[in-house]
């Protein structure tokens, strides 16, 4: 079975100095999912987010969740749509 | 934590600070070229018996940083007697434990007013509330202006690139628009801090 490629979109607040966490969530996706998501799109924000979309779906929201995403999270949000087992 | 001379020592003096910012520094120097200094603030500052420390916590990518560190920097130009010194946030977590916004953020900048023996005398943090407040009345006021822009909790990766790309402008044009009020309300506040606290 061919899974629908996903895309994932991260938003970040460039004005508290957020890069490190979406960049390393970036990572985080490349390294686990590759070539199954069809895009990572990281948008530049400010008043304090980070959120981050599967597929149109918000999995995070720093606003109403508190605090950066677990990868764990995130990538388990990414496996569900895919319908993949988990990588261990 | 120890605040003592030898630590104190350890901070950076503002010149040294904005030379060796790696981002922002720029945008840094432009706020600072137009920060309008209110003469009562410096009459305030000029006014105090003793001289007065300035810690300050800072990294030069935060926003509220390069907006509001400028100010304080032209008021020491112009007050001698302020002697201030600037730490990283992120290589000083034992300061910014210190002083957390809330108790719980560690928003920057702080600025922590010292006596000569380094007992702190009141601290300022991030901006001012009335900043703040009028930030999400005029962003409320786009969001009614343009209903192409959604909800203004909606998050914004929803919304289609062209119109998002509006919604910054029209947003970071608001910023703009309010630079002269935002450190008129900082000149308050610090003005207001050191004459309760002036020994």
């Given at each position: 079975?061919?899974a629908?490629?996903?895309r994932?979109k991260?938003t970040?607040?460039?004005?508290?100095?957020y890069?490190?966490?979406a960049l390393d969530?970036?990572?985080?996706?490349?390294?686990?999912?590759g070539?199954?998501?069809?895009?990572i799109e990281?948008?530049?924000?400010?008043?304090?987010?980070?959120?981050?979309?599967?597929?149109?779906?918000?999995?995070?929201?720093?606003?109403?969740?508190?605090?950066?995403?677990?990868?764990a999270?995130?990538k388990?949000?990414?496996?569900?749509?895919?319908?993949s087992?988990?990588?261990v | 934590?120890?605040?003592?001379?030898?630590?104190?020592?350890?901070?950076m003096?503002?010149?040294?600070f904005k030379a060796t910012?790696?981002r922002?520094?720029?945008?840094?120097?432009?706020?600072?070229?137009?920060?309008?200094?209110?003469?009562?603030?410096?009459?305030?500052?000029?006014s105090?018996?003793?001289?007065?420390?300035?810690?300050?916590?800072a990294?030069d990518?935060?926003?509220?940083?390069v907006?509001?560190?400028?100010i304080?920097?032209r008021?020491?130009?112009e007050v001698?007697?302020?002697d201030?010194?600037?730490f990283?946030?992120?290589?000083?977590p034992?300061l910014?434990?210190?002083?957390l916004n809330?108790?719980?953020?560690?928003?920057i900048?702080?600025?922590?007013?010292?006596?000569?023996?380094?007992r702190?005398?009141?601290?300022w943090i991030?901006?001012?509330?009335?900043?703040?407040?009028?930030?999400a009345q005029?962003?409320?006021?786009i969001?009614?202006?343009?209903?192409e822009?959604?909800?203004?909790?909606?998050?914004?990766?929803q919304?289609?690139?062209?119109?998002?790309?509006?919604?910054?402008?029209d947003?970071?044009q608001?910023?703009?628009?309010?630079?002269?009020?935002a450190?008129?309300e900082?000149?308050?506040?610090?003005?207001?801090?050191?004459s309760?606290?002036?020994?």
């Amino acid at each position: 079975m061919s899974a629908k490629p996903l895309r994932v979109k991260i938003t970040y607040c460039a004005e508290c100095g957020y890069e490190r966490q979406a960049l390393d969530l970036t990572q985080a996706l490349m390294y686990e999912f590759g070539s199954r998501l069809s895009a990572i799109e990281i948008i530049p924000w400010e008043s304090g987010s980070f959120d981050v979309s599967v597929d149109g779906d918000l999995v995070h929201s720093m606003k109403r969740d508190g605090g950066f995403p677990e990868h764990a999270t995130v990538k388990s949000a990414v496996r569900s749509r895919l319908g993949s087992a988990p990588t261990v | 934590m120890t605040l003592d001379r030898a630590r104190w020592d350890t901070g950076m003096t503002y010149d040294a600070f904005k030379a060796t910012m790696t981002r922002n520094q720029d945008r840094f120097s432009e706020n600072e070229a137009r920060v309008a200094l209110d003469p009562e603030t410096v009459r305030t500052f000029k006014s105090l018996p003793k001289g007065l420390r300035v810690l300050v916590l800072a990294e030069d990518w935060c926003g509220d940083v390069v907006a509001n560190l400028p100010i304080l920097g032209r008021l020491a130009k112009e007050v001698p007697t302020l002697d201030v010194r600037i730490f990283y946030r992120d290589q000083n977590p034992d300061l910014i434990a210190r002083w957390l916004n809330q108790g719980k953020y560690q928003s920057i900048p702080v600025f922590v007013f010292l006596d000569q023996d380094f007992r702190e005398l009141g601290h300022w943090i991030e901006r001012p509330a009335s900043v703040t407040a009028r930030r999400a009345q005029e962003r409320k006021k786009i969001f009614a202006a343009h209903p192409e822009f959604g909800a203004p909790d909606a998050p914004v990766d929803q919304l289609p690139e062209d119109v998002r790309v509006r919604l910054q402008a029209d947003l970071q044009q608001m910023r703009e628009n309010m630079v002269p009020f935002a450190n008129a309300e900082v000149q308050r506040e610090l003005r207001e801090l050191v004459s309760r606290v002036a020994v």
